[in-house]
């Protein structure tokens, strides 16, 4: 097994493993100070859709950490790649709130409101979802728009808690239209890895990714050639590896033992 300094890219989830709500998590100002000192390549992968990357640098220089725009992919963000890679019309009613919608503006997608013009209904977490919402994007389903996933996440770690995410308004979207998802974007999907991959300009077998949830971070690196980490600060915990098929490369109780055990594997 390589050491753990050795890749190029480090690939770093964002809530769970490098802060939860406003707090920053143990040995992340070392660990990232460390690996830009080495000049290896950092970049912040998040299923997040109630951020935009600007949002998402924002906040992580509120906590003290460098990072720029550039740096960062957001689910948002790659929901607005794959639209304007899509061929033909493309208006997308959002089934999200305003950072998904701001990410398909700014990129030059189309949005509407109107069931019946929507070609796609894109599904992001939405903290004020509710009946009103559930009922547009039902009709625009049943009208022939495909149902969009921006992920796959069923919940969000906060501090002290969890709370629904993503999937869970796909699913009640599923039940209510009796459509199915045609697309996910977000880790795990072979769209976001092939994208990530092509913009940092690494191949896979060179890159770390580090995150704190099995079914997206560690699937998402072990899919696509890449070495992984669990780190124990967000969803994921021990018992969960004994039910889980797919096996992180390193688990670290918090991310400090990044540095800990360079040069020991």
């Not at 990714?209 to 690196?221: E, N, P, S």
Request: aromatic share 8%; proline share 4%.
């Amino acid at each position: 097994m390589p050491d753990t300094l050795s890749f190029e890219t480090y690939f770093f989830d964002l809530d769970g493993t490098i802060f939860l709500g406003d707090i920053l998590l143990p040995g992340v100002q070392e660990t990232l100070c460390h690996l830009r000192s080495l000049n290896k390549q950092v970049r912040f992968l998040s299923n997040t859709t109630i951020r935009t990357r600007g949002e998402c640098r924002d906040r992580l220089l509120q906590l003290g950490l460098a990072a720029h725009e550039e740096e960062i992919v957001t689910a948002g963000f790659m929901s607005a790649a794959y639209f304007l890679e899509s061929h033909g019309a493309v208006r997308v009613l959002v089934a999200g709130e305003k950072a998904l919608r701001d990410e398909l503006v700014s990129a030059g997608v189309e949005t509407t409101d109107d069931p019946a013009r929507a070609t796609h209904v894109l599904v992001g977490m939405d903290r004020e979802f509710d009946y009103g919402k559930l009922h547009r994007a039902m009709k625009a389903v049943r009208n022939g728009a495909q149902l969009i996933a921006a992920n796959p996440d069923p919940n969000c770690p906060v501090a002290g808690d969890l709370i629904p995410d993503t999937w869970s308004m796909v699913k009640a979207i599923e039940a209510a239209s009796m459509g199915t998802v045609g697309e996910v974007i977000g880790k795990p999907s072979a769209y976001f890895a092939a994208k990530v991959l092509e913009w940092s300009g690494t191949s896979g077998d060179r890159c770390l990714m580090i995150g704190d949830r099995l079914d997206t971070d560690i699937v998402f690196g072990v899919s696509h050639g890449m070495r992984t980490a669990l780190v124990l600060t967000g969803v994921a915990s021990l018992g969960d590896l004994e039910q889980f098929p797919v096996m992180p490369d390193f688990v670290w109780t918090t991310l400090d033992e990044l540095l800990g055990q360079a040069g020991e594997i």
